[in-house]
């Protein structure tokens, strides 16, 4: 609602300066000008009213600019007064109303105006005006908090109001607007209106006042933390004078330092060069802390031997006896080592030689590293590269970057103190390849390489650094992520997994004893049975080397811990065979092989993979269609070709046993289970052959049998990799016979003897020999190459 305006004739006119006066506050004034001093005479004469208009220039002299002033003022009472007509007024104003104008003239002695009373439009619901009221008190009250100095006066009055328009107008008077700003609110009479805009401003001013703190805060705290280190640091320097350490004598002992550390002259140059120009920057020199940290890092590492290589510092009969202690089994691994040991005792160098060990996890390709460091009697240390992805990792970081350090090589050779020692590059077929960062398997290449890594630099050394007496030795768990420049230049030596009574042997020599030191036991409290120890083995693991089976020991002793303590339980506690699967839960490989291939389709085939030999089950089903076939188990291409292949050679040697018209009348499924994990290779070609042959002549396949190795249209039986990792799985799983190529009947000597006396071996060379094998067929009803020729299928080659 608004009220109607009323007129008013020839009100006198005081000319404001730089500010407004809003209805409903309060203003002191300092009255100087003559105009405006003839004005408060006249107004404090007819009743103490006077017009406050502010002015749009205030440098230029309102007395003769009119048209400067506003269009809209605030009719005001004088309250106080003070002062003289010849020093000039000092008076209080009230708003009391907005005011209009409609004329402004000069009499002479002063202005006067004609215009209205503009009263405010209350067009706000009271629901609306009291959320407008609490938003606007609650944002003035943040605002006064970000001011400094005290405003809880301040703060007290504006909680108080509950006047929306008189509140508006408070806040008004009390914030930094320009003389545009400042007429645009008076004019504006809707209170909704006002409230919002004024909401918008305030909003921004709060906004403004926060950011400034927080950069008014961080820059007080940066500077009183600069101030606190500088005094620390100069009461630091005083002490130092005081007690004569100060830093003419730290220079003097890296020259000593530089001096002992025996660098070559190259080397010694720029070190002296650092340490001069270290000593003209001063200590309150930013980069004086990088150079002295480059310093640091030149006096630590060692740049000669102790001693000279020579022919008696390798023993190989110790050599022997410690890899024979450190580990069991790994006979040609170790025969290998002792070689490549021997050639280092001829040429009286080792230099040439880097030794990558290959291998699936657990079989102790890092122990056997730290074995070697004691066969030659030589310091050990280990650099973790998996996961590497930064060639500064391997190469460092430039010293002109913030937080530079080493590369990790020449850190391990500082954290070793010793510059022919034994370092593992553990890992290395899990090194990042490519990428924005460069690539570290490049920078491995000048490492690694005989021939260059005598000068090996590192980019925050900066100066050459002699490698060639460093042995390196590197393990991985498959070649074929590792590019074949880097892999050139290592002698491979595969770590195979091992058999049962080679886990049975590092059980009870290594991880029992172990495992007791660990848990604070003794053999007189906590014994295994040799029954238990197995069923372990075969129920509850299914993998090369012994870190799984590490843990299932541990599991076993821990969880009889408690009852050793108990002052009720007969020592030493016996855990036996029933005891197992009530700590460990039930086995989880048990007879798996003997139920799932209890059906006809399903063959036994065996697998390579990084982590050791695996088996693998073929399965194959028939159903009505027109000869098609289906592969499924997410299979490589060369997996592909080979199914198709069999699928071939079936129609050609099984034609005389199955009706001409069921190749055509049925589809063929083949599938592979653990479909989520990718499977390729040409080994499974006579595990798939044999599996079809099983689906049609409906005849299971023996469930202790397995296979592998690759098929040709011809016929043939090919050989393939990976045998002795296959045969201790296959032996690890319970198999009892074994057919294989022909041509892999040589790779049994790599196989333990306490394995093969376990399995039967049965060799081939055509796939006619291998069905007659597999499925016991009369000689009489032996397949022939039919209708398939031999003649025609060479053609197909």
């Not at 050779?413 to 510059?419: F, L, P, S």
């Not at 490698?467 to 498959?478: D, G, K």
């Not at 299914?542 to 020991?553: C, P, T």
């Not at 089950?617 to 198709?644: H, N, R, W, Y």
Request: glycine share 8%.
């Amino acid at each position: 609602m608004r009220k109607e305006s009323t007129a008013h004739h020839s009100i006198p006119i005081l000319p404001l300066k730089n500010t407004t006066l809003f209805p409903g506050t309060i203003l002191p004034i300092r009255v100087m000008r003559e105009k405006s001093i003839r004005a408060v005479e006249q107004a404090i004469k007819n009743g103490s009213m006077i017009l406050a208009l502010s002015e749009n220039d205030s440098s230029v002299d309102a007395d003769q600019q009119l048209s400067r002033f506003a269009k809209t003022g605030t009719l005001a009472k004088i309250e106080r007064v003070s002062g003289s007509p010849e020093e000039g007024f000092h008076i209080f104003l009230r708003g009391m109303s907005r005011f209009r104008v409609a004329n402004a003239h000069d009499n002479g002695s002063y202005y006067l105006s004609d215009g209205e009373i503009w009263n405010d439009e209350d067009d706000l619901e009271p629901s609306t005006k009291n959320t407008l009221m609490i938003n606007v008190k609650e944002t003035t009250k943040a605002i006064l908090d970000l001011v400094p100095g005290d405003t809880e006066k301040i703060q007290e009055h504006v909680e108080s109001m509950e006047n929306l328009a008189h509140l508006t107008h408070i806040c008004l008077a009390h914030m930094e607007l320009t003389y545009e700003q400042r007429n645009e609110f008076l004019e504006t009479v809707s209170v909704k209106q006002r409230t919002l805009k004024l909401l918008n401003h305030l909003q921004n001013r709060k906004n403004e006042l926060q950011v400034k703190q927080e950069v008014n805060g961080r820059l007080n705290e940066r500077l009183g933390k600069q101030q606190r280190e500088a005094i620390l640091r100069e009461q630091m320097r005083t002490i130092q004078d005081e007690l004569g350490e100060g830093s003419k004598k730290g220079a003097k002992d890296y020259r000593k330092l530089i001096d002992q550390a025996g660098m070559p002259d190259d080397v010694k140059k720029i070190a002296v060069d650092e340490l001069d120009r270290m000593e003209s920057l001063g200590n309150q020199s930013a980069e004086t802390g990088v150079i002295r940290n480059y310093l640091d890092l030149l006096v630590a590492l060692p740049w000669k031997t102790d001693t000279a290589f020579s022919a008696d510092s390798i023993d190989l009969a110790k050599a022997k006896e410690i890899l024979k202690k450190d580990h069991t089994g790994l006979e040609e691994v170790k025969k290998k080592i002792l070689q490549s040991l021997a050639i280092a005792k001829l040429k009286k160098s080792i230099r040439g030689q880097i030794l990558l060990l290959v291998g699936p996890p657990g079989v102790g390709k890092t122990s056997l590293g730290q074995s070697i460091a004691r066969a030659m009697n030589r310091k050990f240390t280990r650099v973790a590269l998996g996961g590497v992805r930064d060639e500064a990792d391997i190469r460092g970081h430039r010293r002109t970057y913030i937080g530079a350090m080493p590369g990790r090589i020449i850190q391990a050779i500082k954290r070793v103190g010793a510059k022919d020692a034994v370092i593992l590059l553990d890992e290395i077929d899990k090194v990042g390849r490519g990428g924005y960062q460069g690539d570290p398997t490049a920078a491995l290449l000048e490492l690694l390489d005989p021939e260059q890594n005598s000068t090996f630099t590192d980019h925050y050394l900066d100066v050459p650094y002699d490698l060639s007496q460093i042995v390196f030795i590197a393990t991985a768990n498959t070649l074929e992520t590792i590019p074949g420049p880097l892999l050139d230049r290592m002698d491979i030596v595969e770590v195979h997994g091992y058999s049962t009574p080679e886990k049975v042997h590092i059980a009870q020599n290594h991880l029992i004893p172990k495992i007791r030191e660990d848990l604070g036991l003794s053999e007189a409290q906590v014994v295994i049975e040799d029954e238990s120890l197995l069923r372990t083995i075969h129920s509850y693991t299914r993998e090369a080397g012994v870190r799984d089976l590490n843990r299932k020991l541990n599991s076993l002793f821990r969880s009889v811990t408690e009852r050793v303590v108990s002052e009720n339980e007969t020592l030493p506690i016996h855990i036996r065979t029933v005891d197992v699967e009530e700590l460990l839960g039930k086995e989880r490989f048990q007879h798996e092989v003997v139920e799932r291939v209890a059906v006809p389709g399903v063959a036994t085939g065996l697998a390579w993979t990084p982590m050791g030999g695996e088996i693998l089950f073929i399965e194959s089903g028939l159903m009505p269609g027109k000869g098609g076939l289906m592969l499924t188990g997410q299979l490589g291409d060369v997996m592909k070709e080979s199914a198709q292949i069999a699928h071939s050679l079936l129609r050609s040697h099984l034609a005389h046993l199955v009706p001409n018209n069921e190749f055509e009348k049925k589809d063929i499924h083949i599938h592979v289970p653990a479909g989520a994990i990718p499977k390729d290779g040409p080994s499974a070609g006579v595990t798939m052959l044999s599996s079809l042959a099983s689906s049609f002549l409906k005849q299971a396949i023996d469930p202790h049998l397995g296979m592998t190795g690759e098929i040709t249209l011809r016929g043939a039986v090919m050989p393939v990799g990976g045998i002795k990792e296959k045969i201790i799985a296959a032996h690890r799983a319970g198999l009892k016979r074994i057919i294989l190529s022909k041509k892999n009947e040589r790779d049994l000597k790599d196989v333990p003897d306490e394995v093969k006396r376990d399995l039967q071996f049965t060799f081939v060379e055509k796939v006619t020999e291998l069905l007659q094998e597999v499925f016991s067929l009369p000689q009489t009803s032996a397949p022939v190459l039919n209708p398939m020729e031999e003649n025609s299928t060479n053609a197909l080659i």
